[in-house]
């Protein structure tokens, strides 16, 4: 059974910066591809990025490229979302999620396992 555990949400200032982190566990991940998801209220879940575990290959929204980076460390088996340059319409619950069918997937249909959420408030 994988589970993905977030942490590091937050509230910060627009301009800001916020590392998150998704603990993965239950399975070896070498076939995974492991995304980060966010949703406002009233709004639908949207993609952010995603990582190949294997080799590390990264795919980012038009929204939040340039400014955020996804990482992962496989010896600790966590995947990371450094957030720079925050603006308050990146106020969110930020999802991480991992799938082992496509190499690279951008839906969220897509993905198997969710973990549980983190609150990042970005303040104007």
């Known amino acids: 059974q994988v589970q993905l555990v977030e942490s590091g949400g937050g509230l910060v200032q627009a301009g800001g910066s916020l590392r998150l982190s998704c603990a993965a566990s239950?399975?070896?991940?070498?076939?995974?591809?492991m995304g980060w998801f966010r949703q406002a209220p009233g709004k639908e879940r949207e993609f952010v990025a995603s990582?190949?575990?294997?080799?590390?290959?990264?795919s980012y929204s038009d929204s939040v490229k340039g400014r955020f980076t996804i990482s992962r460390d496989t010896a600790k088996n966590t995947v990371y979302l450094q957030m720079n340059n925050l603006r308050p319409e990146d106020t969110a619950v930020y999802y991480c999620a991992a799938q082992a069918q496509f190499a690279y997937a951008s839906t969220f249909n897509e993905y198997d396992f969710w973990g549980q959420g983190t609150q990042v408030t970005v303040s104007s």
């Open positions: 990582i190949k575990w294997s080799d590390g290959d990264t």
């Open positions: 239950g399975r070896a991940f070498s076939r995974y591809t």
